[in-house]
């Protein structure tokens, strides 16, 4: 009798916890989007800085395989609040979106061509850049080895990767609760501070050795940059139907070029990168809000 009892007890528990992340899903994906990821991630912070046994420093080898730069973790939490929100058929419903290729060929031109570009443009007009460009290797060589991580970078860190949380869970719903500007900046926002560890570490030019000051160089131009790169996401998400397999491209188109064009560039390095990002993609986002007067093409498409 007992035993029942306790079970009734557990499985009423259990539906009352369902209920409330139904209905604070986005909550609930943040908070589990930014808890496993920084579970793993920060024993490899703290031993950076000497806190933790340099041991742990073994975590963040496994970055790779947790998304570009723990995102596994991510997706992780977008299938279970799809799950948990829509059942099965939200579960489907969200994998068919990874398979949602079709889209005009202008859209395939711009994340394929325009964004490098874009980035390329961001390198060479900062002082001292240009002059450090040593010259660009062999063209079939170069263009083989700039296809193969693109291909890499796309099945690591795109299939497993951001997108199918950030665009494929949370947007549509940001976008439903606050309206496709307020949604994007909001999601900009929590975008941008998931990524913040990287920052205490050398990996994005912190760690031991640095001070505040480097800290409040490095992360704002950072910031600044993923908030542009929300608002051109969310514009090309609007306009490709929902599209998760047009976002991971997008992302992969974005991610490719840090380890193609700083090679080439003594001067470049992550913050620099990261500054180019920002002067690239900066107009191009701010052209975007005024030409579509804030709307980012949500017109075009609804919740999926």
Do not use: C
């Given at each position: ?180 500007l307020w949604g994007t900046l909001v999601l900009g926002v929590l975008w941008g501070f998931w990524h913040l560890p990287h920052f ?105």
């Amino acid at each position: 009798m007992e035993t029942s009892k306790a079970s009734g007890q557990s499985t009423a528990a259990s539906r009352s916890l369902r209920q409330v992340m139904q209905q604070h899903s986005l909550f609930f994906f943040f908070f589990m989007a930014y808890a496993f990821s920084w579970i793993v991630l920060i024993p490899f912070v703290l031993s950076v800085w000497g806190i933790m046994p340099e041991f742990f420093s073994f975590t963040f080898i496994l970055n790779p395989f947790l998304g570009p730069i723990l995102a596994v973790p991510v997706t992780l939490a977008a299938f279970i609040m799809t799950g948990i929100t829509e059942g099965k058929a939200g579960v489907r419903r969200l994998l068919h979106r990874y398979m949602q290729w079709r889209a005009g060929w202008q859209w395939y031109l711009f994340i394929l061509l325009d964004i490098p570009a874009l980035l390329l443009l961001g390198i060479i007009v900062q002082p001292g850049a240009l002059a450090s460009f040593h010259g660009l290797p062999p063209p079939i060589f170069f263009l083989v080895y700039y296809l193969v991580s693109f291909v890499v970078v796309f099945l690591l860190g795109g299939l497993l990767g951001e997108e199918p949380g950030w665009r494929g869970f949370a947007l549509p719903r940001m976008q439903l609760r606050y309206g496709p500007l307020w949604g994007t900046l909001v999601l900009g926002v929590l975008w941008g501070f998931w990524h913040l560890p990287h920052f205490l570490t050398p990996v994005q030019g912190g760690g031991p050795g640095t001070s505040f000051a480097t800290f409040l160089t490095n992360f704002p131009i950072f910031f600044l940059e993923v908030m542009a790169l929300a608002i051109i996401f969310t514009w090309v998400f609007n306009h490709t139907r929902g599209s998760v397999f047009i976002a991971i491209l997008l992302h992969t188109s974005i991610d490719t070029p840090q380890t193609v064009w700083i090679p080439l560039f003594l001067a470049v390095d992550m913050t620099s990168m990261d500054l180019a990002g920002l002067i690239g993609f900066g107009v191009p986002a701010l052209l975007i809000l005024l030409l579509t007067r804030g709307r980012l093409g949500s017109q075009e498409t609804g919740r999926t």
